[in-house]
């Protein structure tokens, strides 16, 4: 769907807000195979930006991570959220081990702000430059794996929205919670790359806990 | 007064203060990272110091609104805004921090510092705002300051403040997680089930011990790495279940090969065919009786015949079993069978009518079975994962006469086919399980006690104890395929052959001189091993039990050879 919106040459708000919760499903799909959160036998290869990326076929995570995700796209349509965390607890002790940040930020909003990088809505960005630089992010999460410390215990994972106050809220659903932050002296940070489409950008980064 | 002007603050924070990625992030999203910006930001708080809270006022002010004259009053109300907040969450410890930060900056404000924090009730009602409730700020204050990575090692008192002046902007986001935890993984049971049976397929080698080449004795004693002779065997059946290689008592060795049997000898490494299967069948076992002047070969459709090794004849043929014969055990007369479904057989071999006996004690194919020597108990070994223990004395012999199981084992979790009876402790019996199972488990067979157990890296394929040296091998297959040595009753490992054959190895016997072990592998080739030290002739008891110690295998032969 986003695709073809892109291909328009006029990406709409709308259009944008798929193409970025797409890649939030794939960028989670990815941390999850390959941070071990779910066994990787759960996983089964789909080809998509070009590349072949591993994607949950455990039906409840799939549910799950849907349901989250239809959420988070209807708050990125009202503009409400501003980073989603996705943080890897250890399943024991509870205690955060990583958190997977996504910064969002609306590109209108840069503009405001004067940034002269940022592109007018009249010169739409190609499709096939967001797609590289979307595979780009999930080969680096992929890339990753290599520095990370290994996790030798279970895990279990947490998605945070980050919400301005006005964000429609739907009852029992959300609820506040913690930020599973990991303390300053005992993390390590490493931003990643950004993508951007005309509406949104979108900045990765990952800090995990890193004891000497 | 002085000293609290905006420029010097920037001056002071980017000095002392380092500022950890997390807390630029932070700064970020509030759009504070420009001093200007900053700077106006407090200013417009300021300025509605009295009217309401600074949180609201932060996020609601407008950038041009002009400069107050005076700082003091709004570092005054952080303060006691923060303690409130804070203390009322329960953390004291940060509401404190708050507080010297900005008694240490501003002495003259510690008069009303002290109320507040007296008083935080008090502080708390003042600052109240109609419009946003006391709850959220609370919790969105201490949030933030968490997400913020808020140290009072690392940050100094001058950012600490420049940070808590900036709340107001984490102060508007609230940090949102779903209801429901995420999903339990495996939770489709199938799945996990399959996983578990997978897993051994996908084992990793475990780390063999001192150098990952070859076999090292942990003691003093050093294992050749290198089988002392290689025999090809072109058609030896690659199947767990089956026993297809004997060495009996006279040094000839009968194996298996495809549809024929034949018998090695090691003295000379001569080897004479034996005995061709009927058509269309094979051989499932072969089993040397103790004389080792006759062999006993299981059929795969369930006969037992009965050859002579000197003559080459066969004396009999007894029929009978439904199923494939894939193990035998002698016992003097009594050539005891085990098959595939399940039932063992005591065959007679000087009557007619064989089978005097039939134990039921297996639901699953029998793999494993051997007499003990003196032929008063007779263990087996299922496919069903069962280890069973006879007695081996016949009272009323028939053709329906069944035994009892004298007792039955069920801790293995695979199939049974490795079973050793210890020579130089007749209590002992070892057992050990197939791939899913890996484990070794001796027992004391008067008791019923399992005395010892020890989980192996791989599937055992058999069990032989040394007849001489207080120790037990074990043959594995897949991923190691290795020979392991095992001390007895340390259970230490004293010496492992990693690769011992290309594929799994699957059978093994012990030279009648207890030095030498033969395995079988899936590679199609026998393998012979020098492993212990065969007695030597002066004054040890255990070689005069031996009758056959004089007939030790010529170790000075070596090199591949052809078993046809």
Redo the contacts between chains.
């Keep these: 769907m986003a695709t073809k919106q892109a291909n328009k040459q006029a990406i709409t708000l709308k259009g944008s807000t798929v193409l970025v919760t797409e890649f939030f499903k794939y960028a989670v799909n990815t941390i999850l195979f390959q941070r071990e959160v779910y066994p990787s036998d759960d996983f089964h290869m789909v080809k998509k930006y070009g590349q072949t990326v591993l994607v949950t076929q455990d039906p409840n995570v799939e549910n799950y991570l849907e349901k989250i995700l239809s959420q988070v796209q209807k708050w990125l349509l009202t503009g409400s959220v501003t980073q989603l965390v996705l943080a890897i607890i250890s399943k024991d002790t509870r205690i955060p081990l990583e958190r997977w940040v996504f910064d969002i930020k609306l590109v209108a909003e840069e503009e405001g702000s004067g940034g002269d990088d940022s592109k007018k809505p009249k010169q739409p960005k190609p499709d096939t430059e967001i797609q590289s630089e979307i595979r780009a992010i999930l080969k680096q999460i992929i890339s990753m794996v290599t520095y990370l410390p290994v996790i030798q215990e279970p895990t279990v994972f947490n998605i945070l929205a980050y919400t301005n106050d006005s964000a429609e809220v739907p009852a029992g659903e959300w609820n506040d919670s913690d930020p599973l932050a990991i303390e300053a002296s005992k993390s390590q940070q490493v931003k990643m790359r950004s993508f951007s489409t005309d509406h949104h950008r979108i900045e990765a980064m990952v800090s995990y806990r890193f004891d000497e | 007064m002085q000293p609290k002007t905006p420029s010097r603050m920037r001056a002071r924070s980017e000095v002392k203060t380092p500022i ?3 807390l630029y ?1 932070a700064m970020n ?1 509030m ?1 504070m990272a420009s001093p200007t910006k900053k700077r106006s930001k407090s200013k417009t708080r300021t300025e509605r110091f009295d009217m309401s809270n600074p949180f609201i006022s932060a996020t609601a002010a407008s950038h041009s609104r002009p400069a107050s004259p005076t700082k003091k009053p709004s570092h005054a109300d952080l303060g006691r805004q923060a303690a409130s907040g804070v203390i009322k969450k329960g953390d004291i410890e940060s509401s404190r921090r708050m507080m010297d930060v900005v008694a240490s900056k501003e002495p003259a404000q510690k008069p009303e510092l002290k109320r507040s924090k007296s008083t935080p009730s008090r502080a708390g009602f003042d600052q109240s705002d109609r419009f946003i409730t006391t709850r ?1 700020m609370e ?1 969105d204050v201490v ?1 933030g300051f ?2 913020m ?1 808020i ?1 009072p ?2 940050a100094s008192p001058g950012h600490t403040a420049r940070l808590a002046d900036a709340t107001g902007v984490p ?18 049971k199938g ?1 996990a089930l399959q ?1 578990d049976h997978a897993k051994p397929l996908y084992a990793s080698r475990p780390n063999s011990i001192a150098t990952s080449t070859g076999a090292v004795s942990s003691k003093s004693r050093k294992i050749s790495s290198q089988p002392e002779r290689v025999l090809s065997a072109v058609n030896l059946m690659d199947d767990f279940y089956l026993n297809l290689v004997s060495w009996s008592s006279q040094n000839t060795v009968a194996v298996a090969l495809g549809q024929s049997t034949y018998i090695w000898y090691a003295e000379t490494g001569d080897v004479s065919a034996l005995a061709d299967a009927p058509e269309g069948l094979y051989p499932s076992s072969v089993e040397m009786s103790n004389d080792g002047a006759y062999v006993g070969i299981g059929l795969c459709n369930g006969d037992v015949q009965l050859y002579d090794v000197e003559s080459g004849q066969r004396m009999r043929n007894m029929t009978g079993h439904q199923g494939q014969v894939a193990c035998l055990s002698w016992s003097e007369h009594i050539l005891t069978s085990g098959c595939a479904d399940g039932s063992i057989w005591h065959h007679d071999v000087r009557i007619g009518k064989h089978k005097v006996m039939e134990l039921l004690g297996h639901t699953g194919e029998v793999c494993g079975l051997k007499w003990r020597s003196d032929g008063e108990l007779l263990a087996s070994g299922g496919n069903d994962n069962v280890v069973n223990v006879w007695d081996g004395r016949l009272g009323d012999v028939g053709e329906n006469a069944q035994g009892k199981a004298k007792w039955v084992k069920r801790n293995h979790t695979a199939a049974v086919k490795a079973l050793a009876w210890c020579p130089w402790q007749p209590s002992l019996l070892a057992t050990g399980g197939g791939t899913n199972d890996a484990t070794m488990h001796i027992w004391n067979v008067n008791t019923g006690a399992r005395v010892h157990s020890q989980k192996t890296p791989a599937q055992i394929s058999t069990l032989q104890w040394s007849p001489h040296k207080k120790e037990i091998l074990s043959t594995h297959g897949y991923p190691t395929n290795a020979i392991m040595v095992h001390a007895y009753p340390s259970m230490e490992r004293v010496a492992e052959i990693r690769d011992a054959h290309d594929s799994r190895v699957l059978f093994s016997c012990v030279s009648p001189a207890g030095d030498v072990v033969l395995t079988g592998g899936g590679d199609e080739s026998l393998k012979f091993w020098k492993i212990w030290e065969a007695p030597s002739a002066a004054g040890k008891k255990k070689k005069s039990a031996l009758e056959f110690d004089d007939r030790t295998l010529n170790t000075t032969r070596s090199g591949v050879m052809s078993i046809r």
Excluded: G, V, W, Y
């Design positions: 950890t990625p997390a992030n999203q759009s959220d919790k949030a968490e997400k990575h140290q090692q690392t102060l508007n986001r609230r940090i949102l997680s779903f209801h429901e935890p995420p999903p339990a993984a495996s939770s489709d799945l996983r």
